[in-house]
């Protein structure tokens, strides 16, 4: 069985500093995605990643793919209350089935 | 990007009943589809594959009986929760691999806003 753990669970920090999400697994996967969700609402991708040691940044996010494929990291930077939000790694895709992380979720405040 | 829908948005039903959900894709067609259920300040988990024209692969533990699952055309997924009680209240979530118009994008799903279902 295919598992992403995320770490943190949950992190709480104030406007302005800078974080990072850890997602890792003892499985290689093809592709990693990462997605943000709201309360109420489906997950909404970030990032897809695909090659070892692929970093890719969406202005203050940065995302990594670890070179063997099997972990991957999200930071960001100068985080803002409009950030918060559920964050969840997932491995495989297309179509192929998604395994998701464990999730963490953040709370930035003003 | 592709775009998929689920209806209603919510619902709420009494002990015993059964309800349907539908799972869309707007602008392009889904072989497969893919169930989520994610209870409150969890993550997501898999429930079944929707195959169009087959029937549906199920995770273990999911009763194959007790949430229906029929793919009747390129854009349309349904999961129908029978008898349901209140411990399958939760959140559930379809997904579609998007149309490779990228190369990146094969490795793509795209999800539906959910469906939050209240079983009293």
């Known amino acids: 069985t295919q598992l992403l753990e995320q770490s943190p669970q949950f992190l709480s920090i104030q406007e302005g500093e800078n974080l990072t999400v850890y997602c890792n697994s003892s499985s290689v996967f093809s592709s990693l995605q990462w997605y943000r969700q709201e309360p109420g609402e489906g997950p909404v991708l970030l990032v897809t990643?695909?090659?070892?040691?692929e970093v890719k940044k969406l202005k203050r996010l940065t995302f990594q793919f670890g070179d063997a494929r099997k972990d991957s990291s999200l930071h960001i930077t100068a985080a803002q209350p409009g950030d918060t939000g559920l964050y969840l790694c997932?491995?495989?895709?297309?179509?192929?089935?998604?395994?998701f992380g464990t999730g963490t979720r953040l709370l930035v405040s003003p | 990007g592709a775009v998929v829908s689920q209806h209603p948005s919510w619902v709420i039903c009494k002990s015993g009943t059964s309800v349907k959900i539908e799972c869309r894709s707007l602008?392009?067609?889904?072989?497969?589809m893919f169930w989520y259920r994610q209870f409150p300040k969890q993550s997501l988990m898999l429930m079944a594959t929707?195959?169009?024209?087959?029937?549906?692969?199920?995770e273990q533990g999911v009763e194959k009986d007790k949430f229906l699952i029929n793919h009747a055309s390129l854009t349309l997924s349904t999961l129908t929760v029978t008898s349901a009680h209140p411990e399958d209240s939760s959140f559930y979530i379809c997904?579609?691999?998007?149309?490779?118009?990228?190369?990146?994008?094969?490795?793509?799903?795209?999800f539906g806003p959910g469906t939050r279902l209240l079983v009293l």
């Open positions: 997904s579609a691999p998007g149309p490779p118009r990228l190369a990146r994008d094969l490795e793509t799903q795209y």
């Open positions: 929707s195959n169009e024209g087959s029937k549906a692969t199920y």
């Open positions: 997932a491995g495989g895709g297309g179509f192929q089935k998604l395994v």
């Open positions: 602008d392009f067609q889904a072989t497969t």
């Open positions: 990643v695909v090659t070892g040691g």
